[in-house]
């Protein structure tokens, strides 16, 4: 039994599920017996984790300030343990771009693409160069923002006509833009517990809307199966390519990776790694994790029992 | 995100009951219950360092401390029991007095008796529909339509069809041919929902000679009309129209009214007339719904009309709104670049603006927060996904200088999108401002470029 402080909220464009996730998290460690603080991020968080002086902090923090390291380099400074990655693989991770760089690097597959920044455009003709990129990577195209984490501002380009709004609506988001292959197939969530792969969840659109995220990402729309029914083989490719990744990228704890299964070639493609994926009620991780006969509380028992330095 | 049950496998469906316990047990209206990206996005706008120009807020620092102080505290001293006391479920004889006066100021006459107490104008929509509409029954609603009513229809599972709106309100000439048409697919709309006055989100106003062609359509087809008036004493120029109720043909209509925007709305007291079976029905949905409204506020209105000052607030109220209604006027003029058209609404809170196509409100909303600003994105007034390029401003709810530096920032991220877009395309950006509109040497070339003049965009309202 320790005291552990619980950061959740903070200002990112995902602070309503950071809560959500946030206080299911509490009320688990609080039933596991720990002495619970919960901390909504702002201003004055250096002063109240130094008030809290906990043993531990969970990150409960999704986007921005949560994952992309900066809070974790807070807590370094500080000297507190904490869940999940550290700075680096955080920073790693939070950036899409530098994430599929590392995996390409190693030879892991990522879907091809290119990204750029605002200035690239306004001030090296980027947009030049736009033609070019759409013959190689083939329609459609999708663009994303470098480092948002939820699914806002992602778009599906059908055409080179559709393509300037999807990088203004991505830009909306981030100072840097992705444009990627579109890998038709099925959508896959390898979560990763300590150094083990969890069951694997699929997400199935309930509607023929395919290239309409906000619809996917909407509830109801979108409905998730686990663990996904893929056979023997294939699971096990998926989650041996998920647990390279975690590994690769320097990630700790727990971490979730999202892979495409291609139509056709049935070839594994890695989008991205999310450091600190959701908790809540309906989030992918906790299931995968009860599909493995680990309960939540279980779970979050062992987020905690692997943020303590064994040798600290 | 919903989860269902799994199809087999190791592991199977008991290790998820605790997930699927509850997804069991929701009604099937609760799938059309959305919870968006956008939601969480609304949330986040709410943050005291943010200028909110996306609420519906009334200023209610404008009503006098100490007149609240000595009306509550009169009313504890000689009517406490009464006020923590349940009411009757149409609400109490004072207040329908105090009702019956509000709708004389807009010319409406109605008789207590014919009034049901609500809890907020929110709670007529919700009863109106609790009484009239089964799943997938049709709603007529105008396009955009009120953001809050979009939920209510949701959860009754109704088919909306949205009508067009331009400078005079609804398009009837569509309404009636939407009409025929569902005629012809044999389908009957329970009712057709419009904000005649001052229209949330619009800020159009539905003209004399469409009130009553409207009027006279739901009389020959025996259709109800859910008239939404929560702003009609909020003219700050103009002469009054009459409210569809009020109208020749006018027994067909449902009148929504609230204290909400003349008083305050945290009060939560609302109100409507309607034709007899109806109301009958929407009192026992409201005897389901809640009993009564809160006896306290019913009392404190009824003690603040007595006091006969609600029309002097009131004016008060309009001076104050018209003002800053002008402030975020100019501020559009100032900061929106040409391509971008607005509404010039005379009365109640709204400001509707229209970007080009190309920008998306929902992202641009969060561009905006990066800068501590907000509005409210077109979409939430559509069941279609229309909208994606208009927003909502309020004026009401800030004071001049917030709306000015509001209205700043959303004009520098708008400015920044159309700019990036005018690189991606090879367009050249429009880097003049809206106010020093460059005569075009040659109009024909002005229309290519589709680069409207000043007064031109001004006439450009809403559609």
Same mark, same amino acid.
Request: net charge negative; aromatic share 6%; hydrophobic share 40%.
């Given at each position: *039994? ?116 605002? !200035? ?101 729309? !979108? ?17 041996? *390519? ?37 908790? !809540? ?9 009860? !599909? ?21 | ?6 199809? $087999? ?25 959305? %919870? ?58 004072? @207040? ?24 907020? =104008? ?15 029954? @049709?709603? @007529? ?44 697919? +044999? ?37 109800? @009309? ?5 702003? +009609? ?32 709305? =945290?009060?939560?007291? +609302? ?98 927060? %990066? ?13 279609? $996904? ?78």
């Amino acid at each position: *039994m320790s005291s552990v402080a619980v950061l959740k909220g903070g200002r990112s464009l995902e602070r309503q599920v950071s809560l959500r996730s946030g206080a299911r998290v509490e009320n688990a460690l609080a039933r596991l017996g720990h002495e619970v603080v919960g901390i909504d991020v702002g201003h004055d968080l250096v002063a109240r984790l130094r008030a809290a002086a906990p043993d531990v902090a969970f990150v409960a923090l999704h986007g921005r300030d949560g994952e992309d390291g900066i809070v974790q380099e807070l807590l370094e400074a500080l000297g507190i343990p904490y869940t999940a990655s550290g700075v680096s693989a955080c920073m790693r991770c939070s950036d899409k771009v530098v994430a599929k760089h590392a995996m390409r690097d190693a030879g892991i597959p990522t879907p091809d693409f290119y990204a750029f920044t605002e !200035t690239a455009f306004k001030e090296l003709g980027a947009a030049d160069a736009l033609g070019a990129i759409e013959d190689r990577l083939r329609f459609p195209i999708v663009v994303k923002p470098a480092d948002q984490g939820s699914a806002l501002g992602i778009r599906f380009a059908a055409s080179a006509a559709d393509v300037p709004a999807a990088i203004v609506a991505a830009f909306s988001y981030s100072e840097k833009v992705l444009l990627e292959r579109h890998v038709h197939g099925r959508e896959l969530a390898v979560s990763i517990l300590g150094d083990e792969a969890l069951p694997i969840v699929e997400a199935l659109p309930r509607e023929e809307d395919f290239y309409d995220f906000s619809a996917r990402y909407t509830i109801g729309r !979108t409905e998730f199966v686990c663990p996904a029914e893929l056979g023997d083989e294939l699971s096990a490719r998926a989650q041996a *390519m998920a647990l390279e990744v975690f590994r690769l990228l320097g990630c700790r704890g727990f971490a979730r990776v999202d892979l495409m299964l291609e139509d056709g070639s049935d070839e594994l493609y890695v989008l991205e790694t999310n450091v600190i994926p959701g908790l !809540t009620e309906t989030s992918l991780l906790p299931q995968a994790a009860e !599909t493995a006969g680990i309960s939540f509380d279980e779970l979050i028992g062992r987020i905690v029992e692997l943020a303590v330095p064994a040798a600290a | 995100m919903r989860v269902t049950p799994t199809r $087999g496998g190791p592991g199977g469906l008991s290790q998820r009951r605790d997930l699927e316990r509850y997804a069991a047990l929701f009604a099937s209206r609760t799938s059309v219950m959305k %919870s968006s990206a956008m939601r969480d996005l609304m949330a986040i706008t709410e943050r005291p360092e943010v200028i909110s120009l996306a609420g519906g807020l009334p200023d209610t620092s404008t009503f006098p401390a100490e007149s609240l102080a000595a009306l509550l505290s009169k009313l504890a001293a000689t009517d406490s029991a009464r006020a923590l006391q349940y009411a009757p479920t149409e609400g109490m004889a004072a @207040v329908g007095e105090a009702i019956a006066r509000v709708m004389a100021a807009e010319g409406t006459e109605v008789d207590p008796e014919d009034v049901l107490v609500t809890t907020g =104008g929110q709670q007529v929509i919700d009863l109106v529909c609790k009484t009239l509409v089964d799943p997938g029954d @049709v709603i @007529v609603a105008e396009a955009p339509t009120y953001p809050g009513a979009v939920p209510a229809f949701s959860a009754y599972q109704a088919d909306v069809v949205q009508i067009a709106m331009d400078d005079d309100g609804m398009r009837v000439d569509e309404l009636e041919e939407t009409l025929g048409r569902l005629d012809r697919e +044999g389908r009957r709309p329970k009712f057709i929902y419009t904000i005649p006055t001052f229209q949330n989100p619009a800020g159009v106003t539905m003209s004399l000679p469409r009130r009553q062609r409207l009027v006279q359509v739901a009389h020959e087809r025996e259709l109800l @009309v859910l008239e939404d008036n929560p702003y +009609g004493l909020l003219r700050y120029e103009g002469d009054p129209l009459p409210t569809l109720r009020s109208l020749d043909g006018g027994e067909f209509v449902i009148y929504l009214g609230t204290f909400s925007k003349i008083l305050s709305p =945290g009060i939560r007291l +609302g109100w409507t007339v309607a034709p007899g079976p109806v109301l009958e029905k929407m009192n026992l949905g409201k005897q389901a719904s809640d009993l009564c409204s809160s006896s306290l506020s019913q009392l404190f209105v009824a003690a603040y009309f007595a006091e006969g000052r609600w029309e002097d607030y009131i004016a008060s109220l309009r001076e104050l709104y018209r003002r800053r209604r002008d402030t975020m006027l100019d501020a559009l003029a100032e900061h929106l670049p040409r391509e971008a058209a607005w509404t010039r609404p005379s009365g109640g809170l709204f400001i509707w603006a229209t970007l080009p196509d190309y920008i998306d409100t929902t992202d641009l909303l969060a561009l905006g927060l %990066s800068r501590n600003v907000a509005f409210v994105p077109g979409r939430a007034a559509y069941l279609d $996904g229309r909208g994606g390029s208009s927003m909502r401003l309020n004026f009401s709810g800030v004071d001049d200088d917030a709306i000015r530096e509001g209205v700043r920032r959303i004009g520098e991220v708008v400015r920044e999108q159309v700019e990036l877009y005018g690189t991606l395309t090879g367009a050249a950006p429009s880097r003049e401002q809206a106010e020093p509109a460059p005569t075009p040497p040659d109009p024909e070339l002005a229309n290519v470029l589709q680069l409207p003049d000043r007064a031109e965009r001004d006439e450009r309202r809403a559609r």
